[in-house]
């Protein structure tokens, strides 16, 4: 199995693990949040070792996934606390 295979069933676990955790919690938006962001954090750094173990790493590749992670917090942030 190529590198890349795998790089899509790790995204997809931590991806399936976030919403199945995040649901869980429905009735704790604190925890929620805090599921959130562990969500998004463990999308940030699986991204920077994907590409680090590709050779592929750049400064502008972790600022790319720095930014997603903090887009869909505040996203997250904006949707608990309305």
Known sequence: MKLKHVNFIVLLIILISGIWTFWGAQNDKVMQMYIGVATAIAYVLWGIIYHSLEGDLHPKVVIEYCLV?????????TILWT
Not at 69 to 77: C, F, M, S
């Open 69 to 77: 992670g903090a887009i869909a917090v505040v996203l997250l942030l």
